[in-house]
T-cell receptor
Framework: GAVVSQHPSWVICKSGTSVKIECRSL??????MFWYRQFPKQSLMLMAT?????????EQGVEKDKFLINHASLTLSTLTVTSAHPEDSSFYIC??????????FGSGTRLTVV | DQQVKQNSPSLSVQEGRISILNCDYT??????FLWYKKYPAEGPTFLIS?????DKNEDGRFTVFLNKSAKHLSLHIVPSQPGDSAVYFC????????????FGEGTQLTVNP
């Protein structure tokens, strides 16, 4: 079946530093990748949608300069949380989409900013 | 504006009985619906989906029912097993490739032995 590899699975960083999260589709080409954020006991909130080779489309209220998304190829998208602060601590999940496969989610990244 | 709502934050059932999880949506443009199961600190796992041209889809112990006129869908799990205990999210989208998923808030299902 379709697999999306997301890493790291957890990361602790100091306030003010940047963290990069990678999302790879291992056995299929993802035309679109989505980045979600989930706070405890809440729903998955879409942050941005990215298509290979083009700029990401950010949801309202999501700072594009803070959450940098790069979709360099049909199998790789990265989310960089720049100048992280404690309020950025959350669970980040990527999802890859293709017409043939549908939607496949990564295993998520727990970010803790101290 | 919460376009997909799961009004029950939690549900507890006995092993072997039926679990019914409900989901309502407001956007009549949605034409494809999915259910996901999620454990803490893990990504969602796809369970079952249904297109708006159908009113029922069944896969083993899981059945999804869609009532378009009521903008309501439900997931039935029978018989429920303790391993089914997790958070269940319904999601809605347009069947067009690359369309975003809109998630409900999730329902924590606990199946008691």
């Amino acid at each position: 079946g379709a697999v999306v590899s997301q890493h790291p699975s957890w990361v602790i960083c100091k306030s003010g530093t940047s963290v990069k999260i990678e999302c790879r589709s291992l056995d299929f080409q993802a035309t679109t990748m989505f980045w979600y954020r989930q706070f405890p006991k809440q729903s998955l909130m879409l942050m941005a949608t990215s298509n290979e080779g083009s700029k990401a489309t950010y949801e309202q209220g999501v700072e594009k300069d803070k959450f940098l998304i790069n979709h360099a190829s049909l199998t790789l998208s990265t989310l960089t949380v720049t100048s992280a602060h404690p309020e950025d601590s959350s669970f980040y999940i990527c999802s890859a989409s293709s017409k043939a496969i549908g939607y496949t989610f990564g295993s998520g990244t727990r970010l803790t900013v101290v | 504006d919460q376009q997909v709502k799961q009004n029950s934050p939690s549900l507890s059932v006995q092993e072997g009985r039926i679990s019914i999880l409900n989901c309502d949506y407001t956007n009549s443009m949605f034409d494809y619906f999915l259910w996901y199961k999620k454990y803490p600190a893990e990504g969602p796992t796809f369970l079952i989906s249904i297109s708006s041209i159908k009113d029922k889809n069944e896969d083993g112990r899981f059945t999804v029912f869609l009532n378009k006129s009521a903008k309501h869908l439900s997931l039935h799990i029978v018989p429920s097993q303790p391993g089914d205990s997790a958070v269940y999210f319904c999601a809605a989208t347009l069947e067009t490739s690359g369309s975003r998923l809109t998630f409900g808030e999730g329902t924590q299902l606990t199946v008691n032995p």
